[in-house]
């Protein structure tokens, strides 16, 4: 960055969470490269699940054991279907995120869901709030779809949403809270949230 003369830098790989978050935010903290500010991309949990098995990917090549002792949420993978595996990373990636923010006492994180990354106006907007200077935003169509892989579409089923409501079953109710509402997660867990509500 100091090469290039850049003051902004976004990191956007998956595995920051994964366990260089901490080191990360020390050595920028020591560099005076502060403070540092959260982007929050909320998936859909449902409908992320469904495409993972649609795509039939071991959900435990990117994400850790399910009773990892670093872990937020703790549980058991011999209780936990391929769905619950899925969901648990899900889980865990919010809570660590959550944790690192408390932990370093960094700004509130600003929250953009990937349904909206196509939108221009909700990713000027993102920009906006974290103070970046940027020109107009073009609209861009989802990217790396599982049809475009050639899987089945995503389509979530009633099964899926008994998943999600079994696991949620299993976190425990102090970090039920710590999560965002059914509401706030994406289409298809506001279907769940209802449903389970009638």
């Known amino acids: ?3 290039r003369g850049q003051q902004t830098y976004i990191d956007i790989s998956k595995h920051f969470l994964h366990g260089l978050h ?3 935010l020390e050595r920028l903290r020591v560099r005076g490269d502060w403070p540092v500010r959260m982007i929050r991309l909320v998936r859909d949990p449902i409908q992320n699940m469904r495409s993972y098995l649609n795509r039939n990917k071991d959900v435990r090549l990117d994400y850790g054991a399910t009773d990892g002792r670093f872990n937020e949420l703790q549980l058991d993978p011999s209780h936990l279907s391929k769905g619950e595996v899925y969901l648990h990373a899900w889980c865990e990636t919010y809570l660590r995120g959550a944790r690192l923010v408390a932990e370093f ?3 509130p994180p600003e ?3 990937t349904w909206q990354l196509s939108d221009p106006i909700a990713v000027e907007g993102l920009l906006d709030r974290l103070g970046l ?3 107009p935003v073009p609209a861009l169509p989802a990217q790396n779809t599982n049809t ?3 899987y089945r579409e995503t389509r979530v089923s009633d099964a899926d949403l008994e998943t999600f409501e079994r696991f949620m079953g299993k976190v425990p109710s102090d970090l039920r809270q710590r999560l965002p509402q059914p509401k706030d997660y994406g289409p298809a867990t506001v279907q769940a949230a209802k449903a389970g509500a009638s």
């Open 1 to 3: 960055m100091t090469k």
């Open 22 to 24: 901490r080191p990360t």
């Open 105 to 107: 006492d960094l700004p």
């Open 111 to 113: 929250t953009i869901a």
């Open 133 to 135: 200077p940027h020109g």
């Open 148 to 150: 475009d892989g050639g």
